[in-house]
């Protein structure tokens, strides 16, 4: 694999993660690990992933392709950083310059800078499950490439270990152990993961309303052929709310409403 490619990073996770960052010999480093992965995730976030290359970060921050491989080896390990360093703004509840997500009722704030996620547990899980959901998907809203990049990622980071230890005890009320805690948080993470792709796909096919003025006549014959009356009757019940927000929120509640925790 070239130092480009997509793939997890070659860095043992104790070196990536736990190691002291930055060049270790020769003079005083220009630039942070960490500055260098905000310049990358800058560029995902305006040009997509694909345009994230190890020459063009180096570009972006004004050092060349090799001192850049003194901070991230290849882009792998690169994006491990760029997950990893988006993955704070969890426990913020929102990026600096977006906002916060609101509270969930009874939740109370973190003092800043505290571990974990911006708001403490407040015993209702499933109520706390969907504020974890609610959050995810607005991180992943600001960050389109997040979901496609979390399917590569390998090894969690400081900031993605201390939401997972608030997610393990949000669902320390359900009684379940450990491990199947963390099932839950991993199904959780992938239906927004999912859910986002889709909603990110829709809103890029919403451009084209010639498409959707297609595809709405083409299921209106469909549904008026006598041969798919489930589907008939489906589309002639009464519209919900189509809205991304309000469709992404029936979609978390029944997910975390059906959990069985016996």
Same mark, same amino acid.
């Given at each position: 694999?070239?130092? /480009?490619?997509?793939?997890?990073?070659?860095? @043992?996770? *104790?070196? %990536?993660?736990?190691?002291?960052?930055?060049?270790?010999?020769?003079?005083?480093?220009?630039?942070?690990?960490? $500055?260098?992965?905000? =310049?990358?995730?800058?560029?995902? /976030?305006?040009?997509?992933? #694909?345009?994230?290359?190890?020459?063009?970060?180096?570009? *972006?921050?004004?050092?060349?392709?090799?001192?850049?491989?003194?901070?991230?080896? /290849?882009?792998?390990?690169?994006?491990? %950083?760029?997950? @990893? *360093?988006?993955?704070?703004?969890?426990?913020?509840?929102?990026?600096? #310059?977006?906002?916060?997500?609101?509270?969930? !009722?009874?939740?109370?704030?973190?003092?800043?800078?505290?571990?974990?996620? =911006?708001? =403490? !547990?407040?015993?209702?899980?499933?109520? @706390?499950?969907?504020?974890?959901?609610?959050?995810?998907?607005? %991180?992943?809203?600001?960050?389109?490439?997040?979901?496609?990049?979390?399917?590569?990622?390998?090894?969690?980071? !400081?900031?993605?270990?201390?939401?997972?230890?608030?997610?393990?005890?949000? &669902?320390?009320?359900?009684?379940? /152990?450990?491990?199947?805690?963390? #099932?839950?948080? $991993? *199904?959780?993470?992938?239906?927004?993961?999912?859910?986002?792709?889709?909603?990110?796909?829709?809103?890029?096919?919403?451009?084209?309303?010639?498409?959707?003025?297609?595809? $709405?006549?083409?299921?209106?014959?469909?549904?008026?052929?006598?041969?798919?009356? #489930?589907? =008939?009757?489906?589309?002639?019940?009464?519209?919900?709310? &189509?809205?991304?927000?309000?469709?992404?929120?029936?979609?978390?509640?029944? %997910?975390? @409403?059906?959990?069985?925790?016996?």
């Amino acid at each position: 694999m070239t130092r /480009d490619g997509g793939g997890a990073g070659a860095v @043992d996770p *104790q070196q %990536l993660w736990l190691a002291p960052t930055g060049p270790r010999r020769g003079r005083r480093p220009a630039h942070s690990r960490e $500055a260098i992965t905000a =310049a990358a995730v800058a560029l995902a /976030d305006a040009e997509g992933l #694909e345009a994230v290359t190890m020459r063009k970060v180096a570009s *972006q921050v004004g050092v060349s392709v090799m001192s850049l491989y003194s901070y991230a080896p /290849d882009k792998g390990t690169l994006l491990e %950083l760029m997950v @990893d *360093q988006v993955s704070g703004e969890l426990t913020t509840g929102g990026a600096p #310059e977006s906002g916060a997500v609101p509270a969930p !009722p009874g939740a109370s704030p973190r003092p800043p800078g505290g571990p974990g996620a =911006a708001y =403490a !547990p407040t015993g209702d899980w499933r109520a @706390d499950l969907k504020t974890i959901g609610h959050l995810q998907r607005a %991180l992943m809203l600001r960050h389109p490439w997040l979901p496609a990049a979390l399917s590569t990622r390998r090894t969690p980071g !400081p900031h993605a270990l201390a939401f997972v230890e608030h997610a393990l005890a949000v &669902l320390r009320p359900t009684g379940l /152990d450990g491990a199947a805690r963390l #099932e839950i948080f $991993a *199904q959780l993470t992938a239906f927004v993961a999912a859910h986002v792709g889709h909603e990110l796909a829709r809103t890029e096919a919403a451009g084209a309303p010639d498409r959707a003025a297609a595809e $709405a006549r083409y299921l209106a014959a469909v549904a008026a052929d006598g041969h798919h009356p #489930e589907l =008939a009757e489906a589309l002639a019940a009464p519209g919900r709310s &189509l809205t991304p927000e309000a469709t992404f929120t029936r979609f978390l509640n029944r %997910l975390t @409403d059906g959990l069985d925790t016996d």
